[in-house]
């Protein structure tokens, strides 16, 4: 009897572990989180979390402080990345909906808190967000056709006309030479920045390589 009481409790023990294991794997790469509005009104464990139309998480408790209400909400891995820092969230009945229209933030961390913007902007796009993207799409789209306008053999062609000016440069003195050198540092330097903030870093990194190449050739 006391043998086969042990082989029991090692049975329950590796149904335990396996178990675990399997739910350690199931919620890897899960992302909690959480928000707090003002109001979470008839929110309740177990409604969804909504991000263009699809379910990406699950409401897992809403507390109720002296004057917020905190909605604690875990996503899915294979959405983790659909919450980023600067994403608005609103309540419609029973649903979280985020919206990032405009968002251009990064992904959030596991056991991020994150506070529901309430201006009278955000509030709106929170909630009618989703009805501009089409139009937001279509802007960000002209931008990087603009974006795209300083291509390779555009940047190429720029600074190649530029070469061609250094002999006249050299020649108006040491001081001239230096202030128009300068002068295409500072363009180069203002055309990476606006790259790395359009999301852009591999172009940025490529129009510094040109300008230092461009750089060492010219002041040989």
């Given at each position: 009897?006391?043998?086969?009481?042990?082989?029991?409790?090692?049975?329950?023990?590796?149904?335990?572990l396996?178990?675990f294991?399997?739910?350690a794997?199931v919620?890897r790469?899960?992302?909690?989180?959480?928000?707090?509005?003002?109001?979470?009104?008839a929110?309740?464990?177990?409604?969804?979390?909504?991000?263009?139309?699809?379910?990406i998480?699950?409401?897992r408790?809403?507390?109720?402080?002296?004057?917020?209400?905190a909605v604690?909400i875990a996503?899915?891995?294979?959405?983790?990345?659909?919450?980023v820092?600067?994403?608005?969230?609103?309540?419609?009945?029973?649903e979280?909906?985020?919206?990032n229209?405009?968002a251009?933030?990064?992904?959030?961390?596991?056991?991020?808190?994150?506070?529901?913007?309430?201006?009278?902007?955000?509030a709106?796009?929170a909630?009618?967000g989703n009805?501009?993207?089409?139009?937001?799409?279509?802007?960000?789209?002209?931008?990087?056709?603009q974006?795209d306008?300083?291509?390779?053999?555009?940047i190429d062609?720029?600074l190649?006309?530029?070469?061609?000016?250094?002999p006249?440069?050299?020649?108006?003195?040491?001081?001239?030479l230096?202030?128009h050198i300068?002068?295409?540092?500072?363009?180069?330097?203002?055309i990476?920045?606006?790259l790395r903030?359009?999301?852009h870093?591999g172009e940025?990194?490529?129009?510094?390589?040109?300008?230092d190449?461009?750089?060492?050739?010219?002041?040989?």
């Open positions: 009897m006391a043998t086969m009481m042990r082989k029991l409790l090692v049975l329950v023990v590796i149904v335990a396996v178990w294991g399997a739910r794997l919620h790469g899960e992302v909690r989180a959480t928000v707090v509005f003002d109001r979470a009104g929110l309740r464990q177990g409604d969804p979390v909504v991000a263009d139309g699809k379910t998480g699950v409401v408790k809403v507390t109720h402080l002296d004057d917020t209400d604690s996503i899915d891995r294979d959405h983790r990345r659909d919450i820092s600067d994403s608005l969230f609103a309540i419609h009945g029973h979280v909906v985020v919206t229209t405009f251009v933030g990064s992904p959030i961390a596991d056991g991020a808190v994150l506070r529901a913007r309430t201006d009278g902007v955000s709106w796009l909630k009618h009805a501009v993207q089409p139009l937001i799409a279509k802007l960000k789209k002209a931008a990087d056709d974006i306008k300083l291509d390779q053999k555009h062609d720029e190649a006309e530029l070469k061609s000016k250094v006249d440069w050299k020649a108006e003195g040491a001081d001239a230096d202030h300068d002068r295409v540092r500072k363009q180069a330097a203002r990476e920045d606006d903030r359009s999301n870093a940025a990194k490529k129009i510094k390589e040109k300008f190449k461009w750089l060492d050739e010219v002041q040989r």
